[in-house]
């Protein structure tokens, strides 16, 4: 029972120092300065998105134009209020409208009128005076010959019959005093105003008395009753009546009068508009509340221009409304817990989906900083919102203003078309959000960028990338036309939104043109671009080796039509091989003789070396290589490849002769008493490549090509056995010494490389018909001459004994007959036998 116990007791105590131990590594993991790096660049990353994205950005939703039909609902999410210009304007012009206008009285045409009547009441004197002694008839004529006179340059029309009845039934004691009562009513009319209702400045409405602002004499306004022309000759007509004399004396006064009366009131636009402004001014603005859950814009109906002023104030609201208890927006909160969870996703996904990108770090700062950079040129386009009041139809432009596709094409190019993918992904979301939550856009954008990153696939052309970049806008000028037809836009709208996409589509190819050099210096990328730019045979580099070293030079031309084939078969980069294979032995051009291929006189300058010397010269051709590729400043793929072309092999050459040395000093010589020579111990690692071993598929191609083309020369015959062979032999040695261990190259893709090898070796190194030399051309002409003469010999002499021998072909059996014969019972026979 104790030993029981104690072994109960033993496994406990195992059971918690084992806990113990999973927490302190689980610890250890969590506390990985790996993991708090990464950990820390999330932070970090995801606070730049925000500030970048949202950070004093506040959409209500889309943004609808006036006259446009809404297709989703607007609800207020807080109470807001605002100042109506839309109403208070509405209101200011109902009560201009209301506002009488202000008239001005002139008394101008009176005074030249009241003029007139004293000349004729001295002209009456006068006349009275003249035609005292004279006849009725010559008192007549006298009459009308004054009237004519009076009339002539005055306007008036004094009638002679008027002025007759007038000199006859008023006493002339009296005519003065009644032509001044006269004036005297027609004065007063003056004096209340008479207007035109034909006078289109004149707005009345009614025949009745209007009383109308009236600017007086003393500059104030008064309220003063008005009355039409025949009103007022209506009342002329009743005063003058109501005098003390004879009614036709009246008639006669009123026919004369009359003709002075004419409408005397002027419209006063100075004043009226005086008036209007201080009207404008005492109105107060209208004010509008929103209580919160208030619905804004309804969907499927046409937005008038109240609505969008009342979204455009909530807009305002939103942006102003803070959160006094954390200073932060509410929907500001809401967008930075979406940013967490989609750059989440985009790291769960680089994690776990996208091991090759996880394992380059470089490209994932670079897609990073390609992110950044392009929600960065989405804010600034949308920040030219403010330009809204004075343009009104930027709004409906700045979502096709924005250039979604300038990252995606840019990482497309720099990395790789998955990248890219991934990277629209990203930004087209942010674009959404930053939109008011647009699923559109979101589409839309995402839609236009595929089309850029597939014009730019494996792009070996600068102008293919502008072209991506119109293509790029093309397809988001076909969908700002599906969008704006659906939405019911004005067809000038529309036509604004695809000018305004074309547009940034060029300059979206042009900006990535731009932007690429500056990002492959920045992150030593190597674009097939640049690539193909090497390949230029006239290169500083490629020219000294075709003269320094011709025989280097066409061994590289031959490797890189290897390796580019290869590359081809198993999915690599074609071109990243065939430029690499062209610069891989640059380093031979500093001490060419070394190489056999270089060696034209038969001299060997390794035969006045000791075999560690010539190892050494032969490895410094990686070195020199690396530093001459440098001060050209080469891409620093090609730096790899030129530092991985031989690995860490072993030079077998002078390796083998320095063991073969070795090996002779230990030898017994013939004379004992002869001094002795001491070799030091052959070192392997002296003899090796200094590597590193192939990092990548197109480095190991290479690395392979260059044994392949190397040791293919020394083949006495080239069959295709002897190829494959020899392929087998080098693969299988490379492979034994651990050459692949640091590179992803299956098993599978090595039998195509070798595949790929032998098919490029035996048309490389195919023989040719010998041809033949002009001697034996002539020999076989004069034979060709003389064959025919012994033919004609020979068949004459067959005519003579022909009856001969057909008497002998019955008899005697052709060879080649017999032996067929023999062949055909051959079988027959033998299976007798049996």
Known sequence: MGTLKKSKKERSTATRRK???????????????????????????????????????SPAGPRILPNQVSKIRVVAEAPFSYQSKILTDQLIEDRKRRLPPVYRLTLDTYNRFEAYMGKLEEGFTKLEGDTKELGQAEKMTAIRQFANEFELGSGYNPNSENITIILNEIDPSQRHLVIGEGLMILREIYRQGVYDPSNQDIRIDTDSLIRLNILTETGDLAQVEVQSEEDALRFLRINLSALDIPREASSALFHLIRNGLVPNLEFDPVKTEEKRSLVQNEIDPIIIQVAEGQTIIEPDTKVRALEQEQLAAYRQSLKENKDRALGIDPLLWERLLMTVGTLLSAAIYIKVGNRQLRRHKQKVILSVTVLLLNLLFLRLVLELDFLAETKPALPALLPFLAPTALGPILVAVLIGTGPGIFLAVLISMFHALMQGNSMTLLLVSFLSSLFGIYHCHNVHVRSRVVQAGTLTGMSLAVCALFIGLYAALDVAV??????????????????????????????????????????????????????????????????????????????????????????????????????????????????????????????????????????????????????????????????????????????????????????????????????????????????????????SRCLPKVTPQAIDELLDRIFQARLNDHQLSECALTFEEVGKIKKSFSFTLLNMLHSRVEYPSQEEQQQAVSKAEAKPARERKKAGAQRKNGKGERSLSKTIPNATDTDAAKEKAAPHSGSQSV
């Open 19 to 57: 806990r113990k131990d999973e927490q302190k590594s689980l610890s250890r993991q969590m506390l990985d300065p790996g993991r708090v790096f990464w950990l820390f660049s999330f932070i970090v990353l995801t606070g730049l998105v925000t500030f970048i994205c949202f950070v004093g950005l």
């Open 494 to 711: 529309i036509l604004q939104q695809m000018a305004a996409a074309l547009v940034v589509g060029g300059v979206t190819g042009v900006a990535v043109l731009g932007l690429l050099p500056f990002f492959e210096n920045l992150f030593k990328f190597t674009t097939n671009i640049s690539l193909l730019e090497l390949t230029d045979f006239n290169h500083p580099l490629l020219r000294r080796m075709q003269v320094a070293a011709p025989g280097s030079y066409h061994h590289s031309l031959m490797v890189a039509n290897l390796s580019e084939n290869a590359a081809a078969e198993i999915g690599a980069n074609p071109l990243v091989c065939r430029v690499c294979s062209l610069f891989h032995d640059i380093g031979k051009i500093q001490k060419p003789d070394y190489y056999t291929e270089n060696q034209r006189e038969g001299f060997n300058p390794h035969h006045l070396r000791n075999p560690s010397m010539s190892a050494l010269v032969i490895k410094s051709h990686v070195k020199e290589g690396v530093q001459l590729a440098r001060q050209y400043k080469l891409p620093q793929t090609i730096i790899d490849v030129i530092k991985e072309h031989h690995g860490t092999t072993l030079i077998q050459y002078f390796y083998y002769k320095a063991l073969k040395q070795k090996e002779d000093t230990n030898t017994p010589s013939i004379f004992p008493d002869a001094p002795k020579v001491l070799i030091d111990d052959v070192n392997e690692s002296t003899y090796r490549y200094e590597g590193p071993k192939p990092q990548f598929k197109e480095s190991a191609i290479i690395f392979f090509a260059d044994s392949i083309e190397a040791a």
